[in-house]
């Protein structure tokens, strides 16, 4: 019965994809069955995941489970393998991905049934929701390299078609578009980052196996040997330029809130717990790389910690209550990343999976408003999710309200809430390794993060009713939430481990996680700097500043936005410019399109017109030329055949006179 | 006289006799071709032409003892077969669509 | 030795000629151009019939070719899978050393099951559009398929040539007849510009006859490589002007955008699919293995070439407003990743290093992933035409909505363009650039700049045509009929099942890629680097 589970890790694979092929080919006769399906079996695949789980803690000192599957690219030296891992790391984010992922399956069926949208198309939705946990299962089960970039574009598409699951609404097809273009301009770092590694270790790496991969480089590092071509910091930089792409990363970070424009599921699964953590998982599962380039690691903290401020700031001026969670995203993604370029490893990993938890929380939360909203007879996209258009929803949508602020709580880092945990240990990590800079611009982050996720709880659930009139009966005549259990059932699953997941790693730095993980950043810890765990005294008096931070910033929502409700307004009024700079997200949008899309574009049409008028040009150029002189010598074709006749008896004539005549004399 | 100017040891014809009637024949061919205005008779002279060259293949194919000139006119008097063939065929569809034989009438592809 | 059951049987012949058969045979059914009084003309659908039945039997003969070459070559333990079976060997014109040589190796037997299964397809889809000379036009398509897969087999180039040119005609009247409103100047541009580069190679032909004295293509493979050097520069740029036009090769690429658009569908599938392989073939065959110093001393100079076609084919894509246009555009993209890999491949040799088999492996995967996949796409915009009768990017919206399985269908062909790993595209794109990058990094990464541009042009076409707002036009249109869907899922699915277990297939190819990368670099290593100077590796 040993390893029972782990030898069995393709049905983890295999159930959603099979959920997928299901309901691609029969989904329109199953309807609404087709969910079921789809949610079911994900959650047979959470079960196996489960005893895969098991089977690792079982496993001495985390030793990793290798499973070969058969060879795919085979070519010369170079020779692939579809195989899968299993170790500490993937076994956290199994979990990650298949919990949220059944939650998040689950409260679809009932976010997409009552979708009052025209085209329902729940077979579609319910076909690419498995195959994106499939993609990403794949993602963080492959052992080498280019498998997991089969997964990581695979998540890619998954996550254009749902971004574009509205098709027909030009900004839903715009987002998606956008969210795969940002993608791939990551991806072409990646790519050319992986090559690059193959380049140089393909003697001793020809499978692009992680083990192999690691082993190569870390016989180069320890021998002190250069590489052959570029060094590890091109490298690691040029892979995480792919990480920026996939966890939206400053300046890459452009595509998630647009992504917003999917149904509200597909950002709470892809677009917050799971597919935007895998440039975190790709960064932290290639460790040993990212340690023997500290300069590569330097630039993984300062653009993790430009995120983070970035996002929060970005969050406190949006009124679409999914944006601000999306900016919200952004700027944990950069927390994230902030710890593993401080040397962190396990905060990050941490920090991934409580956030993965309260962020799909926080998300589903905000859909269960949103469709209240609809419920409520407000049925335009923008205007149902304007939180301007809301307030006082704690007494309509009392379970919403109390998982939401549960969440809002484990965002904002208050003791003893999940965020807290994870989100200190970042804080704690960078300072005590010694990056001030980094711990304190984080703190000042945190600060931001209280303050825009209480923005968000005052104005919504508390504050000035700002609901419709009509709309404002609905909700007061029925409980909205009560008609669907689908809708708040979800909630409360997530909202557990919102609360209590912090303890994972409780103390600091030795708690269980750490443990559990250490295998897998064994190199990292060993190459960097040592920290010592547990309560220590700088660590008790870091989490003691960071708590008064988070209430200072949840005051500072009360204050503006509870209480003296007029101050926003002063506030943009005094500051006009950096009110709109703050609204228009710091002009990202314009500088790309300006720039990147219109000068792209501008360079299309000169080449076009280049390749029209010069190569073709030259093509008909020629043509011209011939069929002028044609058209002169035409005018001897009298088309009188005896005149060619005697042209030829002529002809014949001259010629063998020269030929026997002239030219033997000489 | 040697090998190359008789065409053969039994008949004792000489060469050049072959080769004159092969060129007298190729000349009225060529002159018919170019002054007769019936297209049935150029077609004729054209003809008459090809068989002078096949006289000539066949005299030179004689002389020199080879097989190669009268596998040639092999060739040549199949080909010759064939284009009649065709050539009459080409002329009648001709003569349908506008009733003439004359060559200076048929200009249909002239601008 | 392992004994094919089919020795001594003319197999490739059959295939060959298996088409002009069928053709033979439909200029006697009878059929009635003319009864154009709202009924079905009659006739019509025997012709359409016996085509079709020849085609698919051609199918049938080709993949049982394939297989029985496998099971000689893989299950039997031989391990010399790049030598050619099925010979056919009869002396044709002895005096002048030509004969009749068929043979054909792995690379020709799965460019044989490409081209059988793409005129299969365009003869079906062509079932309802095409009323008007439908005899002629399966005749034609017919003969076409004769001439393709004689270039296939050939291994006399006297036999070669004959097919080569024979395939021309045919593909001109396609365009030329059944075409749209330029389809005229398009026709004669593709004929003339075709006929241009095949002559270059043609006096090619003549130079190895006189320097070896001999066409056999096998002969002339053994004694190319030791011909002058300068014999073999000047051979090999003769040759590569009319293979490098068929491909096309950046700067002689623009009959192609002209030729697709005014093509018919089925034109446009064989075109894409087959008929630009022949110029990849070519080098593979003909221009690398006979003279491989003059293939090394052009290396730089052709990858360089494939480098702007790549970019520069994707960059010209994204602003079309024909939708056939783009997809031409984006072919003159693909292919360069062909030329690409070919290239680098010789190159890297020529560096010394022996790891070319990357770049020669991932042009081949790309050869027979862009007959697919660009068939495909061909196929989805000849559906969209029959219903819009515009191929205009604008006249389109929404097209998602009425066709759904189209949608999917389209998207399936869009991403395995766009090189999304998982279908072929990515197998060979990633393998022909790694070996650029392992050739030269700045080749690589600027090759690499394809893979944004290719998920620009390809998704902005995607959203305007099936998503947004569904315009009236295409409101009412049909989802695809059991033709179309068919054959879309049969190309999709062959694509998907080479991007997911690529080593069958990788397993074929790779011992035709090792013995063309032996004979380069045994007879290329005194060739000079001329670009080592520009870029240091």
Same mark, same amino acid.
């Given at each position: 019965?040993?390893?029972?589970?782990?030898?069995?890790?393709?049905?983890?694979?295999?159930?959603?994809?099979?959920?997928?092929?299901?309901?691609?080919?029969?989904?329109?006769?199953?309807?609404?069955?087709?969910?079921?399906?789809?949610?079911?079996?994900?959650?047979?695949?959470?079960?196996?995941?489960?005893?895969?789980?098991?089977?690792?803690?079982? %496993?001495?000192?985390?030793?990793?489970?290798?499973?070969?599957?058969?060879?795919?690219?085979?070519?010369?030296?170079?020779?692939?393998?579809?195989?899968?891992?299993?170790?500490?790391?993937?076994?956290?984010?199994?979990?990650?991905?298949?919990?949220?992922?059944?939650?998040?399956?689950?409260?679809?069926?009932?976010?997409?049934?009552?979708?009052?949208?025209?085209?329902?198309?729940?077979?579609?939705?319910?076909?690419?929701?498995?195959?994106?946990?499939?993609?990403?299962?794949?993602?963080?089960?492959?052992?080498?390299?280019?498998?997991?970039?089969?997964?990581?574009?695979?998540?890619?598409?998954?996550?254009?078609?749902?971004?574009?699951?509205?098709?027909?609404?030009?900004?839903?097809?715009?987002?998606?578009?956008?969210?795969?273009?940002?993608? %791939?301009?990551?991806?072409?770092?990646?790519?050319?980052?992986?090559?690059?590694?193959?380049?140089?270790?393909?003697?001793? /790496?020809?499978?692009?196996?992680?083990?192999?991969?690691?082993?190569?480089?870390?016989?180069?590092?320890?021998?002190?040997?250069?590489?052959?071509?570029?060094?590890?910091?091109?490298?690691?930089?040029?892979?995480?330029?792919?990480?920026?792409?996939?966890?939206?990363?400053?300046?890459?970070?452009?595509?998630?809130?647009?992504?917003?424009?999917?149904?509200?599921?597909?950002?709470?699964?892809?677009?917050?717990?799971?597919?935007?953590?895998?440039?975190?998982?790709?960064?932290?599962?290639?460790?040993?790389?990212?340690?023997?380039?500290?300069?590569?690691?330097?630039?993984?903290?300062?653009?993790?910690?430009?995120?983070?401020?970035?996002?929060?700031?970005? /969050?406190?001026?949006?009124?679409?209550?999914?944006?601000?969670?999306?900016?919200?995203?952004?700027?944990?993604?950069?927390?994230?990343?902030?710890?593993?370029?401080?040397?962190?490893?396990?905060?990050?990993?941490?920090?991934?999976?409580?956030?993965?938890?309260?962020?799909?929380?926080?998300?589903?939360?905000?859909?269960?408003?949103?469709?209240?909203?609809?419920?409520?007879?407000?049925?335009?996209?923008?205007?149902?999710?304007?939180? %301007?258009?809301?307030?006082?929803?704690?007494?309509?949508?009392?379970?919403?309200?109390?998982?939401?602020?549960? /969440?809002?709580? /484990?965002?904002?880092?208050?003791?003893?809430?999940?965020?807290?945990?994870?989100?200190?240990?970042?804080?704690?990590?960078?300072?005590?390794?010694?990056?001030?800079?980094?711990?304190?611009?984080?703190?000042?982050?945190?600060?931001?993060?209280?303050?825009?996720?209480?923005?968000?709880?005052?104005?919504?659930?508390?504050?000035?009713?700002?609901?419709?009139?009509?709309?404002?009966?609905?909700?007061?005549?029925?409980?909205?939430?009560?008609?669907?259990?689908?809708?708040?059932?979800?909630?409360?699953?997530?909202?557990?481990?919102?609360?209590?997941?912090?303890?994972?790693?409780?103390?600091?730095?030795?708690?269980?996680?750490?443990?559990?993980?250490?295998?897998?950043?064994?190199?990292?810890?060993?190459?960097?700097?040592?920290?010592?765990?547990?309560?220590?005294?700088?660590?008790?008096?870091?989490?003691?500043?960071?708590?008064?931070?988070?209430?200072?910033?949840?005051?500072?929502?009360?204050?503006?936005?509870?209480?003296?409700?007029?101050?926003?307004?002063?506030?943009?009024?005094?500051?006009?410019?950096?009110?709109?700079?703050?609204?228009?997200?710091?002009?990202?949008?314009?500088?790309?399109?300006?720039?990147?899309?219109?000068?792209?574009?501008?360079?299309?049409?000169?080449?076009? %017109?280049?390749?029209?008028?010069?190569?073709?040009?030259?093509?008909?150029?020629?043509?011209?030329?011939?069929?002028?002189?044609?058209?002169?010598?035409?005018?001897?074709?009298?088309?009188?055949?005896?005149?060619?006749?005697?042209?030829?008896?002529?002809?014949?004539?001259?010629?063998?006179?020269?030929?026997?005549?002239?030219?033997?004399?000489? | 006289?040697?090998?190359?100017?008789?065409?053969?040891?039994?008949?004792?014809?000489?060469?050049?006799?072959?080769?004159?009637?092969?060129?007298?024949?190729?000349?009225?061919?060529?002159?018919?071709?170019?002054?007769?205005?019936?297209?049935?008779?150029?077609?004729?002279?054209?003809?008459?032409?090809?068989?002078?060259?096949?006289?000539?293949?066949?005299?030179?194919?004689?002389?020199?003892?080879?097989?190669?000139?009268?596998?040639?006119?092999?060739?040549?008097?199949?080909?010759?077969?064939?284009?009649?063939?065709?050539?009459?065929?080409?002329?009648?569809?001709?003569?349908?669509?506008?009733?003439?034989?004359?060559?200076?009438?048929?200009?249909?592809?002239?601008? | 030795?392992?004994?094919?059951?089919?020795?001594?049987?003319?197999?490739?012949?059959?295939?060959?000629?298996?088409?002009?058969?069928?053709?033979?045979?439909?200029?006697?059914?009878?059929?009635?151009?003319?009864?154009?009084?709202?009924?079905?003309?009659?006739?019509?659908?025997?012709?359409?019939?016996?085509?079709?039945?020849?085609?698919?039997?051609?199918?049938?003969?080709?993949?049982?070719?394939?297989?029985?070459?496998?099971?000689?070559?893989?299950?039997?333990?031989?391990?010399?899978?790049?030598?050619?079976?099925?010979?056919?060997?009869?002396?044709?014109?002895?005096?002048?050393?030509?004969?009749?040589?068929?043979?054909?190796?792995?690379?020709?037997?799965?460019?044989?099951?490409?081209?059988?299964?793409?005129?299969?397809?365009?003869?079906?889809?062509?079932?309802?559009?095409?009323?008007? *000379?439908?005899?002629?036009?399966?005749?034609?398509?017919?003969?076409?398929?004769?001439?393709?897969?004689?270039?296939?087999?050939?291994?006399?180039?006297?036999?070669?040539?004959?097919?080569?040119?024979?395939?021309?005609?045919?593909?001109?009247?396609?365009?030329?007849?059944?075409?749209?409103?330029?389809?005229?100047?398009?026709?004669?541009?593709?004929?003339?510009?075709?006929?241009?580069?095949?002559?270059?190679?043609?006096?090619?032909?003549?130079?190895?006859?006189?320097?070896?004295?001999?066409?056999?293509?096998?002969?002339?493979?053994?004694?190319?490589?030791?011909?002058?050097?300068?014999?073999?520069?000047?051979?090999?740029?003769?040759?590569?002007?009319?293979?490098?036009?068929?491909?096309?090769?950046?700067?002689?690429?623009?009959?192609?955008?002209?030729?697709?658009?005014?093509?018919?569908?089925?034109?446009?599938?064989?075109?894409?699919?087959?008929?630009?392989?022949?110029?990849?073939?070519?080098?593979?065959?003909?221009?690398?293995?006979?003279?491989?110093?003059?293939?090394?001393?052009?290396?730089?100079?052709?990858?360089?070439?494939?480098?702007?076609?790549?970019?520069?084919?994707?960059?010209?894509?994204?602003?079309?407003?024909?939708?056939?246009?783009?997809?031409?555009?984006?072919?003159?993209?693909?292919?360069?990743?062909?030329?690409? =890999?070919?290239?680098?491949?010789?190159?890297?040799?020529?560096?010394?290093?022996?790891?070319?088999?990357? =770049?020669?492996?991932?042009?081949?995967?790309?050869?027979?992933?862009?007959?697919?996949?660009?068939?495909?796409?061909?196929?989805?915009?000849?559906?969209?035409?029959?219903?819009?009768?515009?191929?205009?990017?604008?006249?389109?919206?929404?097209?998602?909505?009425?066709?759904?399985?189209?949608?999917?269908?389209?998207?399936?062909?869009?991403?395995?363009?766009?090189?999304?790993?998982?279908?072929?595209?990515?197998?060979?794109?990633?393998?022909?650039?790694?070996?650029?990058? *392992?050739?030269?990094?700045? &080749?690589?990464?600027?090759?690499?700049?394809?893979?944004?541009?290719?998920?620009?042009?390809?998704?902005?076409?995607?959203?305007?045509?099936?998503?947004?707002?569904?315009?009236?036009?295409? *409101?009412?249109?049909?989802?695809?009929?059991?033709?179309?869907?068919?054959?879309?899922?049969?190309?999709?699915?062959?694509?998907?099942?080479?991007? &997911?277990?690529?080593?069958?297939?990788?397993?074929?190819?790779?011992?035709?890629?090792?013995?063309?990368?032996?004979?380069?670099?045994?007879?290329?290593?005194?060739?000079?680097?001329?670009?080592?100077?520009?870029?240091?590796?």
């Amino acid at each position: 019965m040993q390893d029972f589970f782990l030898n069995i890790v393709w049905l983890v694979l295999l159930l959603p994809l099979l959920a997928a092929v299901i309901n691609l080919l029969f989904g329109r006769v199953l309807g609404a069955k087709a969910g079921w399906i789809a949610t079911g079996l994900v959650f047979l695949a959470f079960l196996v995941a489960v005893g895969v789980f098991i089977d690792v803690l079982n %496993r001495p000192g985390g030793a990793p489970f290798e499973y070969d599957v058969y060879t795919w690219i085979p070519s010369g030296d170079f020779k692939v393998d579809i195989a899968f891992l299993v170790d500490p790391l993937t076994a956290v984010m199994l979990m990650v991905v298949l919990g949220v992922g059944s939650v998040v399956h689950l409260y679809s069926n009932g976010y997409m049934a009552d979708d009052d949208r025209p085209d329902k198309g729940i077979a579609r939705f319910f076909t690419f929701l498995p195959f994106f946990i499939f993609s990403m299962l794949i993602l963080v089960l492959s052992n080498n390299l280019l498998l997991l970039f089969v997964g990581w574009e695979a998540v890619g598409l998954s996550s254009y078609m749902l971004i574009g699951f509205w098709y027909n609404k030009k900004v839903a097809s715009d987002a998606a578009k956008k969210a795969f273009i940002v993608n %791939r301009i990551g991806d072409f770092g990646f790519e050319l980052g992986i090559m690059l590694l193959f380049v140089n270790f393909s003697t001793m /790496a020809t499978d692009l196996r992680y083990t192999d991969i690691f082993k190569a480089a870390t016989d180069m590092f320890n021998s002190n040997q250069p590489l052959l071509l570029g060094n590890m910091t091109i490298i690691c930089l040029l892979l995480f330029m792919g990480a920026m792409g996939k966890s939206a990363q400053f300046p890459l970070h452009v595509w998630l809130p647009d992504a917003m424009e999917g149904p509200t599921p597909v950002s709470a699964l892809i677009h917050a717990a799971t597919m935007v953590t895998a440039g975190v998982y790709m960064v932290a599962r290639l460790n040993p790389l990212f340690v023997m380039a500290p300069d590569a690691l330097l630039v993984v903290a300062i653009i993790g910690t430009t995120t983070a401020l970035l996002g929060a700031t970005i /969050a406190l001026a949006q009124t679409d209550i999914k944006k601000v969670v999306a900016y919200s995203t952004i700027s944990q993604l950069g927390y994230m990343f902030a710890g593993l370029g401080v040397g962190a490893w396990v905060a990050a990993i941490f920090h991934l999976v409580t956030h993965a938890f309260f962020k799909g929380l926080l998300f589903l939360g905000s859909g269960s408003v949103i469709h209240g909203m609809h419920h409520a007879g407000i049925h335009d996209p923008v205007e149902s999710q304007d939180i %301007r258009n809301m307030g006082q929803m704690r007494k309509r949508m009392p379970i919403t309200f109390w998982t939401f602020l549960v /969440a809002s709580l /484990a965002n904002a880092g208050i003791i003893p809430f999940a965020g807290f945990w994870s989100k200190d240990e970042i804080i704690g990590g960078s300072i005590l390794r010694g990056n001030w800079f980094v711990g304190g611009l984080l703190l000042f982050a945190a600060f931001l993060t209280a303050l825009y996720m209480f923005r968000l709880v005052f104005v919504v659930f508390f504050g000035k009713d700002n609901v419709p009139k009509e709309a404002a009966k609905v909700f007061d005549g029925e409980r909205v939430e009560r008609t669907m259990p689908l809708l708040w059932i979800p909630l409360v699953l997530l909202a557990i481990p919102a609360t209590i997941a912090g303890f994972l790693g409780f103390p600091p730095d030795m708690g269980w996680i750490h443990d559990f993980l250490s295998p897998v950043f064994a190199f990292a810890t060993e190459h960097g700097k040592e920290i010592e765990a547990g309560f220590t005294q700088p660590t008790v008096l870091i989490l003691v500043i960071s708590t008064m931070v988070a209430i200072i910033g949840i005051f500072a929502a009360w204050l503006a936005y509870f209480r003296q409700t007029d101050m926003p307004a002063t506030f943009s009024r005094l500051m006009p410019g950096l009110y709109n700079a703050l609204l228009r997200k710091w002009y990202f949008d314009e500088f790309y399109q300006k720039i990147v899309v219109d000068g792209g574009k501008a360079l299309a049409y000169g080449l076009w %017109r280049f390749d029209q008028k010069v190569i073709d040009g030259a093509v008909n150029g020629v043509a011209g030329l011939m069929s002028r002189w044609g058209g002169r010598l035409r005018r001897l074709q009298t088309g009188f055949v005896q005149g060619y006749a005697l042209a030829i008896g002529v002809g014949v004539l001259a010629l063998v006179t020269y030929l026997f005549f002239i030219l033997p004399k000489g | 006289m040697d090998q190359v100017s008789t065409v053969s040891q039994t008949t004792g014809v000489p060469l050049a006799w072959f080769l004159a009637v092969g060129a007298i024949l190729f000349c009225l061919g060529f002159i018919g071709v170019l002054t007769r205005r019936n297209v049935l008779v150029v077609f004729m002279s054209a003809e008459l032409m090809m068989n002078a060259v096949n006289l000539t293949l066949i005299a030179f194919s004689a002389s020199l003892n080879s097989m190669a000139g009268q596998n040639f006119v092999v060739f040549v008097v199949t080909i010759a077969a064939a284009e009649a063939a065709v050539g009459l065929a080409i002329i009648i569809s001709m003569v349908r669509q506008k009733p003439t034989v004359d060559t200076t009438d048929m200009d249909l592809m002239q601008e | 030795m392992y004994q094919n059951m089919l020795d001594g049987f003319p197999i490739l012949s059959i295939m060959v000629f298996l088409p002009v058969l069928t053709a033979l045979v439909l200029l006697f059914v009878k059929y009635n151009e003319k009864a154009d009084d709202g009924t079905r003309k009659r006739g019509g659908d025997t012709i359409r019939w016996i085509a079709a039945g020849g085609a698919a039997i051609d199918l049938v003969i080709s993949v049982v070719a394939l297989v029985l070459y496998i099971g000689k070559y893989f299950n039997s333990g031989v391990a010399q899978a790049d030598s050619f079976d099925f010979q056919e060997y009869v002396p044709w014109l002895t005096d002048l050393k030509i004969s009749y040589h068929l043979g054909a190796d792995a690379l020709a037997l799965l460019l044989l099951v490409l081209t059988t299964l793409l005129t299969l397809i365009s003869i079906l889809v062509s079932w309802a559009p095409i009323q008007t *000379r439908v005899r002629e036009f399966y005749i034609t398509i017919l003969i076409l398929q004769a001439g393709m897969m004689g270039v296939f087999v050939a291994l006399d180039f006297f036999v070669f040539y004959i097919f080569w040119e024979v395939m021309l005609v045919p593909m001109a009247l396609l365009i030329g007849i059944w075409g749209s409103s330029n389809r005229i100047y398009a026709a004669i541009k593709f004929f003339l510009y075709t006929l241009a580069g095949s002559l270059l190679m043609l006096v090619a032909i003549i130079a190895l006859y006189f320097n070896s004295g001999t066409l056999d293509i096998l002969a002339l493979q053994q004694q190319g490589p030791g011909m002058a050097h300068d014999l073999q520069n000047w051979v090999f740029l003769a040759f590569a002007a009319a293979f490098a036009v068929k491909v096309p090769m950046w700067p002689v690429h623009t009959w192609l955008p002209d030729a697709h658009v005014e093509a018919p569908v089925a034109g446009s599938i064989i075109l894409a699919g087959v008929l630009l392989k022949m110029g990849a073939y070519g080098f593979i065959r003909f221009a690398l293995p006979i003279t491989p110093a003059g293939a090394a001393t052009f290396a730089p100079i052709m990858v360089g070439l494939s480098v702007i076609a790549v970019i520069y084919g994707a960059m010209v894509s994204v602003v079309q407003p024909d939708l056939k246009k783009l997809v031409a555009y984006s072919s003159v993209s693909h292919m360069g990743f062909v030329t690409l =890999g070919l290239f680098t491949g010789i190159w890297l040799n020529q560096l010394g290093y022996d790891a070319g088999t990357q =770049g020669v492996d991932g042009a081949i995967i790309v050869m027979l992933s862009h007959g697919l996949l660009t068939g495909g796409l061909f196929l989805c915009v000849g559906v969209i035409y029959n219903r819009l009768h515009s191929r205009r990017i604008a006249d389109m919206g929404g097209m998602a909505k009425p066709m759904p399985r189209f949608a999917f269908l389209f998207g399936v062909m869009i991403f395995g363009s766009v090189g999304l790993p998982g279908f072929s595209g990515f197998i060979g794109e990633f393998l022909s650039m790694l070996g650029a990058f *392992r050739a030269n990094w700045v &080749v690589g990464a600027i090759t690499t700049l394809v893979i944004i541009v290719a998920a620009w042009y390809l998704l902005w076409m995607f959203q305007r045509v099936m998503f947004n707002k569904t315009v009236p036009a295409v *409101r009412h249109f049909k989802d695809l009929d059991r033709i179309e869907m068919g054959s879309l899922i049969v190309l999709g699915a062959l694509s998907l099942f080479v991007g &997911v277990w690529a080593a069958p297939l990788l397993d074929m190819i790779q011992p035709i890629s090792h013995a063309l990368l032996a004979t380069v670099s045994t007879a290329s290593a005194h060739v000079p680097d001329i670009f080592a100077m520009l870029f240091t590796h």
